[in-house]
């Protein structure tokens, strides 16, 4: 493994969950305050873009409409600031990127929504499989 692999394998976080476009999701992201204070800032919104893979350079597009304003965030994938992801819904789309929603306003902006339960559902590794054989062949 060359030098330049090993450093992107470094300081990956295996916690968050697989993003996609479509989704919706709550990003809670670490706010420094005064006085050496941190709080959590919830953002809410629909993925509507991730860019530059699963590495350390991976990162997010997450817009939300505010009263009649709509507003995108684009977080890390791997930044220690992104507290936690919690994925509410995934919407059914054809595109990977869903930059056109932002020229739609109201219910044209609306997608259509899948199961929550097809969303969270993951699918079972390689080493899970094994063991579901081994105990199948006892």
């Not at 869903?98 to 969303?119: D, F, W």
């Amino acid at each position: 493994m060359d030098k330049f692999a090993l450093l992107n394998k470094i300081g990956l976080r295996t916690d968050l969950p697989i993003l996609k476009a479509g989704m919706k999701v709550r990003v809670w992201q670490k706010i420094k305050e005064a006085d050496n204070k941190e709080r959590l800032q919830a953002f809410e919104g629909i993925v509507i873009a991730m860019k530059h893979g699963l590495g350390k350079t991976a990162t997010f597009t997450v817009r939300k409409v505010s009263s009649g304003i709509g507003i995108e965030r684009v977080f890390p994938m791997h930044s220690p600031m992104v507290a936690k992801i919690d994925v509410l819904s995934q919407a059914k789309v054809r595109r990977a990127k869903l930059y056109y929603l932002r020229g739609r306003i109201g219910k044209k902006a609306r997608i259509k929504q899948k199961e929550l339960a097809e969303v969270i559902a993951v699918p079972a590794t390689e080493e899970q499989k094994e063991t579901e054989e081994i105990k199948e062949k006892k």
